[in-house]
């Protein structure tokens, strides 16, 4: 292990996360999990893609071969970018979707030492900001349809519902309460 | 396979060491009747992870490195990959905890086909900020004197900070809350105001 490995990848993850800063100023993506995925994981895969096709067989006996990546060095630099990659991601709809948990806890720090009632956080989180923005990504993501007034689960949301279920029940906890 | 190989599986692997461990220490604590918030228990299994593993990787791989830089940088790695690992457990964990749309899923999955209103009945606005009350209270997050919620450690607050940061850094417009949270405010202390 040398400190190179660290380097490209902060620079890797640094370059996908500039990237994806501009994209999401540029065009704000209607899907944004699948942006997140082509940015943070699809893009950087083309590097070593592009080093065993392109560099390798054509670029590297005009130069010397160097510089050369073994592929113990890439497996570990792609380990390290796609860890905190996969952090950040799970970070992402924190920020989108407004954790209430983050808000409750900004508004009460706003308030300071006079603090907030119950009824002023209530008032403030209504279900017009807490529910239905949430069935509607339901709804964008194809995990629930909504036909007339009704709304139901399709076989994508109950494999998703199903996965949740089971992790629960391995750790012997009952559905989450939300 | 080298040892560096089966290094870097165990070290993609720690999700899956973690939640095995999560399980072994949920019974565990159940045997001693203790019930620390789920939160603090994934942040637990996060930290004792450490241990387990550690061990492994340093019988399978950093024993063998035989200069004392390298050693360094493979335990700084290690550290790396497995705290960003753990720390993304600690989300998927959260998911199924605390996350909304999950337990909306939830809520439709087990009775296929759902009214709008029922479902608000089932589980509204009211419900989700008793329990994120009820977390932030538990974790010491926030403490409740009289009747008013004032902040107390202020690890979420930071977090929340950061990411409303993020959020501005991004271009996605923060949430109204904020906004909205001060604007009663101002209007709850304006109506408190008496005239002389």
Redesign the interface.
């Given at each position: 292990?040398?400190?190179y490995?660290?380097l490209i990848s902060l620079i890797l993850f640094a370059a996908c996360f500039t990237a994806?800063?501009i994209v999401?100023?540029v065009r704000?993506p209607k899907n944004r999990p699948k942006a997140l995925f082509l940015t943070f994981a699809v893009a950087p895969a083309v590097i070593p893609v592009f080093f065993y096709a392109v560099y390798l067989p054509f670029i590297a006996p005009i130069t010397g071969g160097a510089p050369y990546f073994t592929v113990?060095e890439f497996?570990?630099v792609y380990?390290?970018h796609y860890?905190?990659s996969?952090?950040y991601i799970?970070?992402y709809?924190?920020?989108?979707?407004?954790?209430?948990?983050?808000?409750?806890?900004?508004?009460?720090?706003?308030?300071?030492?006079?603090?907030?009632?119950?009824d002023?956080?209530?008032?403030?989180?209504?279900?017009d900001?807490?529910?239905k923005p949430?069935?509607q990504?339901?709804l964008d993501a194809g995990?629930?349809e909504k036909t007339g007034?009704?709304?139901?689960?399709t076989n994508r949301?109950?494999r998703?519902?199903?996965c949740?279920?089971q992790?629960?029940r391995?750790?012997?906890?009952p559905?989450?309460?939300? | 396979m080298?040892h560096?190989?089966a290094f870097?599986i165990f070290?993609?692997l720690t999700p899956a060491f973690i939640?095995a461990l999560?399980?072994v220490i949920?019974?565990f604590l159940?045997l001693f009747n203790l019930r620390p918030t789920?939160q603090l228990t994934v942040l637990a299994c996060a930290v004792i992870g450490h241990l387990p593993i550690g061990a492994l990787l340093w019988v399978v791989h950093i024993r063998h490195?035989y200069t004392q830089a390298?050693g360094i940088?493979?335990v700084?790695?290690a550290l790396?990959?497995y705290n960003?690992?753990a720390?993304?457990y600690f989300?998927?964990?959260n998911?199924?905890?605390?996350?909304?749309?999950?337990?909306?899923?939830?809520e439709?999955?087990t009775v296929?086909?759902?009214?709008?209103h029922a479902?608000?009945a089932r589980?509204?606005?009211?419900?989700?900020?008793d329990?994120?009350?009820e977390?932030?209270l538990a974790t010491r997050?926030?403490k409740l004197?009289g009747?008013?919620?004032?902040?107390d450690k202020?690890l979420?607050?930071d977090?929340?900070?950061l990411?409303?940061w993020?959020?501005r850094?991004?271009?996605?417009p923060y949430?109204?809350?904020?906004h909205?949270?001060?604007d009663?405010?101002q209007a709850?202390t304006a109506s408190d105001v008496k005239p002389q």
């Open positions: 292990m040398t400190p490995i660290f994806h800063v999401w100023r704000y113990y497996l570990s380990l390290l860890s905190i996969l952090a799970l970070s709809p924190a920020i989108e979707a407004v954790s209430p948990t983050l808000a409750i806890s900004l508004l009460v720090g706003k308030a300071g030492a006079d603090g907030l009632e119950y002023d956080i209530l008032l403030t989180f209504g279900d900001f807490l529910l949430r069935i990504d339901l995990l629930a007034n009704y709304i139901s689960i949301g109950k998703l519902a199903w949740f279920i992790i629960r391995l750790l012997g906890l559905a989450g309460k939300g | 080298t560096f190989t870097l070290l993609a939640f999560h399980c949920i019974r159940r789920e490195v390298g940088y493979t700084i790695y790396l990959v960003a690992l720390y993304s989300h998927v964990f998911m199924s905890d605390t996350a909304r749309r999950i337990r909306i899923l939830y439709i999955y296929n086909k759902i009214k709008v479902l608000t589980y509204g606005a009211k419900e989700m900020l329990n994120r009350l977390r932030l997050q926030i004197i009747n008013r919620y004032v902040l202020k979420i607050h977090i929340s900070l990411i409303a993020l959020g850094l991004l271009g996605i949430p109204e809350a904020k909205r949270a001060a009663t405010k709850k």
